[in-house]
Nanobody
């Protein structure tokens, strides 16, 4: 499966942003999808994930009150809505796919086999 992330940009603290990740190539609903981010000088970290059906989600503690992950399987697209953005949210955001026919949503980087190219989100104070 090929993934293409988009929607990043320069925003101010307190603003909202919606990232999109378009998939192609395989049966999209067979994949759990995740969003990860990597800030300069830091390791890549899990942000949010959603099961193939969309019924189960998981969030990192740092974003769970400000982020919503969703998916449209007909459009083969997963979204990450981020509200009340903070400068610490500045990072390259990556979408990733985990072939998973069940309900489980993983927050482990190694579980995801397919990765998009990343989209940069910069939050100014």
């Amino acid at each position: 499966v090929q993934l293409q992330a988009s929607g990043g940009g320069l925003v101010q603290a307190g603003d909202s942003l919606r990232l999109s990740c378009a998939a192609s190539g395989r049966t999209f609903s067979n994949y759990a999808m995740g969003w990860f981010r990597q800030a300069p000088g830091k390791e890549r970290e899990f942000v949010a994930g959603i099961s193939g059906s969309g019924h189960n989600t998981k969030y990192a503690d740092s974003v769970k009150d400000r982020a919503t992950i969703s998916r449209d399987n007909a459009k083969m697209t997963v979204y990450l809505q981020m509200n009340s953005l903070k400068p610490v949210d500045t990072a390259v955001y990556y979408c990733a796919a985990d072939y998973n026919l069940g309900w489980r949503v993983s927050d482990g980087i190694s579980e995801y086999s397919y990765w998009g190219q990343g989209t940069l989100v910069t939050v100014s104070s």
